[in-house]
């Protein structure tokens, strides 16, 4: 554990543990894989090695931890500091994932995460910012910094089906044992080749992302006839 103050106050930085996130997946994949019925397109398409960001569309809280059990490689995801409640925050710690505040520009957030693609592992992000109608329609600038700032490629990734229909017993949540679909997409670039890291790259960037995040939306329903 390491010791990052901010500026007037201290802050409590832990470096994102890739063992945690191992443990994680290791949790998903029961989990997912026990309750419903994914079915995951295109998994191959993640680089079996080196940093890379996995960029979701958020309609459902099932959304994150159904890519944790179905990525093909532990993810470290940025997640809202309100999530982090309870006994919840030291687990969701321990598994390697990153607590940010959203209403501030979080430097311990962005440090961690600079940090997990640094050490060469998946950055899984929400780039609407929060849960909404999970068409990538809103992004914030945040992805673009990851990617442009790492050299990271980024390759998104559909959740589909989550929001269909209500369960049951648990009405938050879709009927257990029914199928949700995970499609990811071909891996790609949001920065120019050797770009500068200005406002307008970023800006530019942000376009050339929801374009590609769009697209690839687009197609994964024709493929799954969602």
Known sequence: MRRHPRRGEASRQVTPSEKGA???RGIGIGLMYGLWKPRVLGAWRV??????????NH???LDGPMLMGTAPRPVHFLIKKEAFIGPLGP????IGQLKVDRSVPDRTA??????????????GIFPEGTRGEGD????RAGLAYFAVRSGAPIVPVAVLGSTERRGRLIKA????RSRVDVVFGDAFEAG????????????????????????HLENAKRLTGR
Not at 47 to 56: N, Q, T
Not at 91 to 94: A, D, I, K, S, Y
Not at 110 to 123: D, Y
Not at 194 to 202: F, I, S
Request: aromatic content about 4%; charged content about 20%; cysteine-free.
């Open 22 to 24: 191992a443990v994680g």
């Open 47 to 56: 680089p079996a090695s080196g940093p890379v960001i996995l960029a979701v």
């Open 59 to 61: 309609a459902h809280n």
């Open 91 to 94: 687990f969701l710690e321990g």
């Open 110 to 123: 962005i440090t961690g995460a600079l940090e997990v693609l640094a050490a060469g592992g998946v950055l």
């Open 136 to 139: 990538f329609a809103s992004l």
């Open 173 to 176: 949540l879709p009927p257990l």
């Open 192 to 215: 120019e080749p050797g770009g500068r890291r200005t406002r307008k790259a970023l800006d530019d960037a942000t376009v050339r992302i929801q374009e590609r995040l769009t697209a």
